[in-house]
């Protein structure tokens, strides 16, 4: 049975308290912690960027987790690498060019990571399968915490038979609370985003044995 990493979204946290809402996470049993950026044009909130996570990054002693919800990408990766993301995320329907910006961020130094929205289909994973260390199947429409979880259990299981044996993470965002993950978790996920379900009208709610319930699994 592979490790199930949990990932809280900072987008749920204080946005005034960063560095302790990091630290709190982690001390409670995050595995990774996810950084969601938007820039209002890819999706209809605005975050924030480069600057930010660099400031964020002396505060997360694990993996920090750069979601990028911004169109285009290209110009801004080597901003986030700098800035000290392990894994930059680019979404598939960002613009026609997925394959250079997975290119661009592997050069960059930093792990790549390709997200699919839920009306987005496999078909165009199979040729990037080589370039990629994470799939973020979105099961929510991004833009916003606190959404409604999209069922996305068959897209799931279809992606672990597709990635085979290869090294490369499926991570689950969106709608994430102790119901649904375990879900997620037997279809295949292994890093589970939690936004909400982690911390709750700016109290930090721990997270390990809600962790501990998914690694029994
Ligand atoms: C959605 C973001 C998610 C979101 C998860 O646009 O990419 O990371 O913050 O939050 P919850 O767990 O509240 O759905
Ligand atoms: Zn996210």
């Known amino acids: 049975s592979r490790a199930i990493k ?18 709190a996470v982690e001390d409670q049993g995050a ?26 990054r002396p505060h997360i002693r694990g993996v920090m987790d750069v979601h990028l919800m911004i169109a285009p990408v290209d110009p801004y990766i080597e901003g986030f690498a700098k800035a000290g993301a392990d894994f ?25 990571g390709l997200a699919l929205n839920p009306g987005t289909g496999l078909d165009g994973v199979e040729n990037l399968l080589d370039m990629i260390d994470l799939v973020c199947v979105m099961t929510v429409n991004p833009g916003f915490g606190g959404q409604k979880f999209i069922d996305m259990t ?12 290869r090294p490369i993470h499926i991570e689950i965002d969106g709608g994430i609370t102790p119901d649904t993950a375990p879900v997620m978790a037997r279809a295949g996920a292994d890093v589970l985003v939690a936004g909400s379900a982690v911390f709750k009208g700016g109290s930090v709610q721990n997270p390990a044995p809600y962790g501990d319930n998914i690694r029994a699994i």
């Open 88 to 112: 930059i995320t680019a979404h598939m329907e960002a613009g026609p060019h997925i394959h250079r910006t997975l290119q661009a961020i592997r050069g960059s130094g930093a792990k790549a």
């Open 6 to 23: 949990i990932a809280p979204s900072i987008l749920a946290a204080d946005f005034a308290n960063f560095g302790a809402e990091c630290r």
């Open 154 to 165: 068959d897209k799931v299981q279809r992606l672990r038979a597709l990635i085979g044996a």
């Open 31 to 56: 595995d990774w912690v996810h950084v969601d950026v938007m820039d209002g044009h890819f999706v209809p909130n605005i975050t924030f960027g480069p600057a930010t996570c660099a400031a964020i």
